[in-house]
């Protein structure tokens, strides 16, 4: 894991950042997902992807977990993928991006029930 641009706070939904070392066999886009860390389970929303509305190098697994799990550098987090809900996509702003995760955590709450 590791500290990011901090984009995601700014935009209201701060992210666990994981590196990708190699391009994973998972389909790129926005999925549901269930993030294990210090002993205690948290549904989210996460991108796993190339981030291109921000035409950044790299894929990157970024998680965003529902709830108050507190600080998580340094922590061992387990991601897991419960189900696939959109592609990955370019925005043409900030504010489009914004509101497109929204409506993802909406998405993914409903799929996975109330955080």
Request: hydrophobic fraction near 40%; include cysteine; proline fraction near 4%.
């Amino acid at each position: 894991m590791r500290r990011g641009l901090q984009l995601g706070r700014k935009l209201g939904m701060p992210t666990v950042n994981i590196p990708m070392r190699r391009r994973p066999a998972l389909r790129m886009g926005v999925y549901a997902v269930r993030v294990r860390a210090s002993g205690r389970d948290w549904n989210g929303v996460a991108n796993l992807g190339i981030r291109p509305t921000l035409t950044q190098s790299g894929c990157v697994l970024e998680a965003h977990v529902f709830g108050e799990p507190g600080t998580l550098y340094g922590e061992v987090v387990e991601v897991r993928f419960m189900k696939f809900l959109r592609d990955e996509q370019r925005f043409e702003s900030l504010d489009a991006l914004a509101a497109q995760m929204q409506q993802d955590g909406a998405q993914a709450r409903a799929v996975l029930g109330k955080a």
